[in-house]
């Protein structure tokens, strides 16, 4: 699609240290636009989205600011991308005003019609705006993010700045942490203790993700996970995970399960990463694949491919976090596995009729398919008889024992002896 020419209205040098504020404006559905009416049109209607705001909507907002004894700001208008316009004001506002003017652009775009005249039509459009405020080194950066934060939870509107989001301080702190742990090697996995209901003994462990800072401090996964996922690392950082798991079964001879999510069951690093290692240390029969988030899973043909390579090696496969959002038996007929977890939210509040229903209707099921059922957050002794009056094969959660280094667990157990 050809550009609309970027439009300026009174512009000025920027002063890298002011505080300014940005509006991002995105058309929606502006490939559907052009799919449908053609390219020309297409381009029609950016063009009158750009005449409208020049015409009428900075007028306008020139007036309220005026209003607000807020003189002598200047105004940038631009088409920044394709379908993305921005609307900079050289002046710091209040919630109050920012939300006016939000009000002003959204109620004359949305209202307006736009011509497509080789069809001789009026069509409306619908618009998502992210607004910022900040120096200008960061003002795109957290309008983007406000526009993306707008679109990912359908609202028509979001606001961003260095007060509502994790500081860059604190993002470039986390980055040399993840890249200290994949060249040193210092992820550290955790083990969370399994246990049989009906005979009261260990049964296997949950191998969970902790990384440590320079001072040995560590970090739980609600403090690196997400970002570890947004920086591009977390497929480096699962590869240092695995294979000093895979080097803990190896040596001590335990069971073990690894988390894993679709993306790592169809990235091609991970899968083979995996394999090899299973070829070379030989401790299939002593690992378990968990599936993350399974009702995210888009593929299942794929899935089911890798969950057959790891048969080949005798490893067993659980889906995890069964039942969030209530069941879906779907995943559960449509992957091949051994175990399903219950997610948390269930386990919690079994203690409710509704809820202990739907777990004990999820039990029923498997048994019949012959895949065991582990409950995870079992927090009380309380929620512990719960999960044994339904019958349901093993426990897990900070009441049966917390997660603890491999040292911590090896001592105890010779403790016991």
Do not use: W
Request: net charge neutral; hydrophobic share 40%.
């Amino acid at each position: 699609m050809q550009l609309v020419t970027p439009i300026t209205i009174k512009e000025k040098d920027q002063d890298p240290d002011a505080v300014n504020t940005l509006f991002l404006i995105d058309i929606m559905h502006m490939r559907e636009i052009n799919e449908v009416y053609g390219y020309k049109n297409g381009n029609g209607v950016l063009h009158q989205f750009s005449s409208l705001f020049i015409t009428k909507i900075i007028p306008k907002v020139e007036k309220l600011l005026k209003k607000f004894k807020i003189e002598n700001s200047d105004i940038v208008f631009k088409n920044q991308y394709v379908d993305i316009f921005s609307l900079k004001l050289f002046c710091e506002l209040d919630e109050r005003i920012i939300l006016k003017l939000k009000n002003i652009i959204f109620e004359m775009l949305v209202n307006k019609q736009f011509d497509i005249l080789e069809h001789n039509l009026k069509i409306n459009i619908d618009v998502t705006i992210g607004c910022s405020q900040g120096r200008n080194s960061d003002l795109m950066i957290y309008a983007e993010k406000a526009l993306y934060n707008a679109k990912e939870n359908y609202e028509p509107y979001s606001y961003c700045d260095d007060t509502l989001s994790e500081s860059s301080l604190l993002n470039k702190s986390l980055l040399e942490i993840m890249r200290y742990n994949i060249d040193e090697k210092k992820v550290q996995p955790f083990f969370q203790e399994i246990v049989d209901n009906k005979k009261g003994s260990s049964h296997k462990y949950e191998a969970l993700m902790r990384l440590m800072d320079k001072q040995n401090n560590i970090l739980s996964p609600n403090a690196f996970m997400d970002k570890a996922k947004k920086f591009r690392l977390y497929p480096q950082l699962m590869e240092v995970m695995i294979e000093k798991v895979f080097d803990i079964i190896a040596e001590h001879k335990i069971y073990a399960s690894i988390n894993l999510d679709y993306h790592d069951f169809i990235n091609p690093n991970i899968k083979s990463f995996i394999l090899n290692s299973l070829q070379s240390k030989k401790i299939g029969k002593y690992l378990t694949v968990e599936i993350l988030e399974s009702e995210k899973i888009h593929d299942f043909d794929k899935v089911n491919e890798f969950i057959a390579e790891l048969r080949e090696y005798n490893v067993l496969v659980a889906i995890d976090d069964f039942g969030s959002g209530f069941a879906n038996y779907e995943h559960i007929l449509q992957l091949d596995v051994d175990y399903i977890k219950l997610d948390g939210s269930l386990v919690k509040r079994i203690n409710e009729q509704i809820y202990y229903d739907l777990i004990k209707s999820i039990v029923s099921f498997c048994r019949k398919q012959n895949i065991k059922v582990i409950a995870e957050f079992v927090s009380s002794l309380a929620i512990l008889r719960y999960v044994k009056s339904l019958k349901i094969d093993y426990s897990q959660g900070y009441y049966i024992a917390k997660p603890k280094p491999i040292q911590k667990i090896i001592s105890d157990k010779k403790g016991k002896k």
